[in-house]
């Protein structure tokens, strides 16, 4: 790998310093969360095929058929146990971060996958369901360990400069993840009936592609400094991320964050609720992670295929249009990586909501009037997209990103388990409550997201601040303000004084 080592790809601040960074970034992309993107897509496909296992297994076993009800409870079970995994990956994602290291906990985590792949690739040649479930939990726990370390790894690699669109990293292959288990899950390739324990197996291909090239790259800078006090190797990783000739900068930052913390240790997820200090970035955290999930675009998808087959595709075509909304979340996401660090973090989520809100009335309004008209399907058809667009450009891209930037070394691992805690615990509660609201509603539950997405706006216009371009210091003496009121000035003002007496000792 020495011929990576520095060499500068193009001379615009705009650019990637070296190929390392940005090899580095893919690297830790695709066993992150492209895993959780692939492995929420690839269930969809052999749905039905699966229902015929679980029939054929249990006639077998107990020579009884299988109860429909307990037929829908088992699917269930396998559906949404990887939510229940992935609770628990982030709970632990956090420590492990502390423990093995940003990239160490990374690498660990491709284990917890190989395992889950091997466990569903054997389940329908054993007969054995119960290895289904079990291996779906399993890549649940990778999913939410990868969601809660890839962007601590991105953030603190990033320059400064290139922090937001770096960070995107995890929503691009996110996105990507989900667009490739819509293709590998088409009936012409993994999709057929014979294939399915194939396809739900291929999760382990990602996994030894981490495993292959991300022991090549160094560790966090950062992590290596402050949390390990190892100057010498955080300096030369330094090197390999930036080059030799523009690494200083990011190291005065990174010294000037240590001074600041004066030893602090790695905090634990339940001190932060009583760090006053932190109030406003976690209250922050919450909800713009809770405004992610119960945004509405669960609702979207439940929608499309109804909105499809009214603007008269056939049922045979439809997959194959599915797979263009997978497309607009993955160019939305590209787009959102190029503008951040132009446009900034706060324009982009706040127009994201607002746009959202726009779309969800414009829906409400289509879908009660969809058979009255002709031309009405194909509106509803253009917002569905237009609502992928704004989710991909503003919370769908912004949310993992500022949940790393908002916070200090000391905060953050602690501050990604909680917002992956709330986000999964959204995500399950979306799954179990969202067929009873579309039921009970109708197309009018996007009334219900509407006024969400515009609550979650004016607190984002209300509180949070802009990070393009600041160090994590200075986001924190943002917050101050927030934090302690009319105190903000007194408290930055002896944070600066020790920080002073720091650099001249």
């Known amino acids: 790998m020495l011929w990576m080592e520095s060499q500068p790809l193009l001379s615009a601040p705009s650019k990637f310093p070296s190929w390392t960074l940005f090899l580095a970034v893919c690297s830790v992309g695709i066993g992150g969360t492209f895993q959780y993107g692939y492995n929420v897509s690839i269930i969809n496909a052999p749905t039905q095929h699966i229902h015929k296992f679980l029939n054929e297994t249990w006639a077998s076993r107990y020579h009884v058929e299988l109860n429909p009800n307990l037929l829908t409870f088992l699917w269930s079970v396998i559906a949404s146990i990887f939510s229940l995994g992935g609770l628990c990956g982030a709970l632990i994602g956090g420590s492990m971060a502390i423990q093995l290291g940003r990239k160490g906990a990374l690498l660990m985590n491709n284990v917890i996958a190989i395992l889950a792949a091997i466990l569903m690739g054997i389940s329908f040649s054993t007969g054995l369901f119960e290895l289904l479930i079990v291996g779906r939990f399993l890549i649940g726990i990778n999913s939410g360990v990868g969601l809660c370390v890839q962007p601590l790894y991105l953030g603190e690699i990033a320059p400064k400069h290139l922090r937001g669109g770096m960070a995107m990293g995890s929503s691009i292959f996110l996105t990507g993840g989900i667009l490739a288990g819509q293709i590998i899950g088409l009936r012409e390739i993994l999709g057929a009936e014979a294939y399915w324990p194939l396809l739900l197996s291929s999760s382990c291909v990602p996994a030894f592609a981490q ?173 569905i997209f237009a609502f992928i667009l704004s989710f991909g450009l503003g919370p769908g891209g912004i949310t993992n990103t500022l949940t790393a930037e908002i916070f200090v070394q000391s905060s953050r691992p602690a501050a990604c388990m909680i917002g992956g805690t709330v986000s999964w615990v959204s995500f399950f509660t979306i799954g179990m409550l969202f067929p009873f609201i579309v039921k009970g509603l109708k197309q009018y539950c996007f009334v219900v997201f509407l006024l969400e997405c515009s609550l979650v706006a004016a607190f984002i216009f209300l509180v949070i601040p802009e990070t393009k371009n600041k160090s994590f210091l200075e986001i924190k003496k943002e917050f101050h303000k927030l934090n302690f009121g009319r105190k903000s000035k007194e408290k930055e003002t002896e944070l600066n004084e020790r920080s002073q007496l720091r650099g001249e000792h």
């Open 211 to 383: 495993l292959l090239f991300l022991p090549w790259f160094p560790e966090s800078p950062r992590y290596l400094l402050i949390d390990r006090g190892d100057e010498l190797s955080c300096a030369k990783a330094l090197k390999r991320f930036h080059g030799s000739s523009q690494y200083q900068r990011e190291m005065a930052d990174i010294q000037q964050e240590c001074f600041a913390l004066d030893g602090e240790k790695p905090k634990k997820p339940w001190q932060l609720f009583t760090d006053g200090t932190v109030r406003w970035q976690l209250i922050a955290v919450v909800v713009i992670t809770m405004g992610q999930q119960l945004s509405g675009i669960n609702a979207i998808y439940f929608y499309a295929t109804y909105v499809f087959e009214q603007a008269g595709i056939s049922a045979e075509e439809i997959p194959y249009v599915t797979l263009g909304t997978g497309a607009c979340e993955c160019l939305t996401a590209l787009t959102c990586g190029l503008l951040i660090d132009r446009v900034g973090r706060r324009y982009l989520i706040l127009g994201g909501y607002l746009l959202m809100t726009l779309w969800s009335i414009v829906l409400t309004f289509s879908l009660t009037y969809q058979e009255l008209y002709s031309w009405v399907p194909y509106v509803s058809m253009m917002s």
